[in-house]
């Protein structure tokens, strides 16, 4: 629109309302250009988006419940996630305590079999009493000294076979208690890593509830 200055009163008037126009919509369309580049920066993270999902990490789900966009999720899990670490002093990448493979708990079995104590003088003992019970069944038959040695002799098997039997029931039961004690060593592991995690999460969630979030 192009106005043109005249001296007439009319035309005075005519053109100082053409360039109050003019100048209006000049203004008008700054101020939608100044209000574009506001919104764009408004929409714009203040900070760097991380490229993955820090409560994915932790098995969490979290869901925006103030129309956040994904971006500003992203930074509001990183930074949660930092802080949860420093107020709960566990650092969630730790790996969980793996549990005992079969050759774990072998390998103890096998350790605690040859660490049980085993029992000696089975032998000795069983010959002593054979011999005696052997000298009186003797006796009775007129040759007490025959008697004896039959007896030592049976004494000396029968001592042996309790002796054997004795020791491999300790051997069993030292390996048992071996294995035993390797799954109890990794429960008590797992649960105090459990425990930790459980802590670090519960800081975590309550970081994402402060900032508008559901954490599940």
Same mark, same amino acid.
């Given at each position: 629109?192009?106005? /043109?200055? &005249?001296?007439?009163?009319?035309?005075?008037?005519? /053109? /100082?309302?053409?360039?109050?126009?003019?100048?209006?919509?000049?203004?008008?369309?700054?101020?939608?250009?100044?209000?574009?580049?506001?919104?764009? %920066?408004?929409?714009? =993270?203040?900070?760097?988006?991380?490229?993955?999902?820090?409560?994915?990490?932790?098995? &969490?789900?979290?869901?925006?419940?103030?129309?956040?966009?994904?971006?500003?999720?992203?930074?509001?899990?990183?930074?949660?996630?930092?802080?949860?670490?420093?107020?709960?002093?566990?650092? =969630?990448?730790? $790996?969980?305590?793996? #549990?005992?493979?079969?050759?774990?708990?072998?390998?103890? *079995?096998?350790?605690?079999?040859?660490?049980? #104590?085993?029992?000696? $003088?089975?032998?000795? @003992?069983? %010959?002593?009493?054979?011999?005696?019970? $052997?000298?009186?069944?003797?006796?009775?038959?007129?040759?007490?000294?025959?008697?004896?040695?039959?007896? %030592?002799?049976?004494?000396?098997?029968?001592?042996?076979?309790?002796? @054997?039997?004795?020791?491999?029931?300790?051997?069993?039961?030292?390996?048992? *208690?071996?294995?035993?004690?390797?799954?109890?060593?990794?429960?008590?592991? @797992?649960?105090?890593?459990? *425990?930790?995690?459980?802590?670090?999460?519960?800081?975590?969630?309550?970081? &994402?509830?402060? @900032?508008?979030?559901?954490?599940?």
């Amino acid at each position: 629109m192009i106005c /043109t200055r &005249l001296t007439n009163p009319p035309f005075v008037i005519a /053109t /100082t309302a053409c360039m109050l126009i003019v100048f209006l919509v000049g203004c008008s369309k700054k101020s939608d250009t100044s209000s574009d580049t506001v919104s764009a %920066a408004e929409r714009a =993270p203040a900070k760097p988006v991380p490229s993955f999902s820090a409560a994915q990490k932790v098995g &969490l789900y979290v869901f925006p419940g103030r129309n956040q966009t994904h971006d500003q999720q992203l930074i509001d899990e990183s930074e949660c996630y930092d802080l949860a670490q420093q107020q709960s002093g566990v650092n =969630p990448d730790m $790996g969980a305590p793996a #549990p005992p493979t079969s050759a774990d708990i072998q390998a103890a *079995q096998a350790q605690g079999a040859a660490s049980a #104590p085993e029992a000696k $003088g089975g032998r000795v @003992r069983g %010959a002593a009493r054979g011999a005696a019970g $052997g000298a009186m069944l003797g006796a009775i038959g007129g040759d007490a000294g025959k008697g004896a040695a039959m007896g %030592a002799t049976i004494g000396t098997v029968r001592g042996g076979r309790q002796q @054997r039997q004795a020791n491999a029931a300790s051997k069993e039961q030292a390996a048992n *208690q071996a294995g035993a004690q390797v799954q109890q060593q990794y429960s008590q592991q @797992r649960a105090a890593y459990d *425990q930790q995690i459980g802590s670090f999460k519960r800081a975590f969630s309550a970081c &994402l509830d402060s @900032r508008g979030y559901s954490v599940k």
